[in-house]
């Protein structure tokens, strides 16, 4: 009764026990691939990642966008694809939590780019919280929401 105590409590506060670290492994591994598919406005390496369900979501300033159909579409090849010549998020100071079959991680990033129309550099600085849910014993990707950095006045 003890030990199963000692695993809630942990859970609870969002620590990770040591059955845990391969799935905090696997999150990571698929945050590395979530910029990789960034860098690389790669619609095929951003469905290894995502799951195929059709409530995965999508929040950003610009929009809200619901499956991974819309996801690719809008987020792959019109935002990073169309706009962007050149793409490169950096991810830091990534902070995951793990349970049994759910997950979520959430970090900052800066992101620089140079657009297509006139090759002009762009640089923006965000956080982001993404969702994972593991199916069929491997993590996917199922809700991402980021957003500016706070505007002190």
Avoid: C
Wanted: charged share 20%; proline share 4%; aromatic share 10%.
């Amino acid at each position: 009764m003890k030990s199963v105590y000692l695993a809630l409590a942990a859970i609870s506060i969002g620590g990770l026990s040591a059955q845990q670290t391969p799935d905090r492994q696997a999150i990571e591994r698929i945050i590395a691939k979530y910029a990789r598919s960034v860098d690389a406005a790669d619609t095929a390496l951003a469905a290894e990642i995502w799951s195929q369900s059709p409530d995965v979501s999508f929040i950003h300033p610009q929009g809200y966008e619901r499956g991974f159909g819309q996801i690719k579409q809008n987020i792959y090849i019109r935002a990073m694809g169309d706009l962007f010549s050149e793409r490169k998020l950096n991810i830091k100071g990534i902070s995951i939590h793990v349970h049994p079959d759910s997950a979520w991680a959430e970090f900052s990033w800066d992101f620089v780019a140079k657009l297509k129309t006139d090759g002009s550099a762009i640089t923006t600085k965000g956080r982001e919280t993404q969702i994972y849910r593991k199916e069929q014993g491997a993590w996917r990707l199922v809700h991402v929401h980021y957003s500016g950095l706070p505007v002190t006045p």
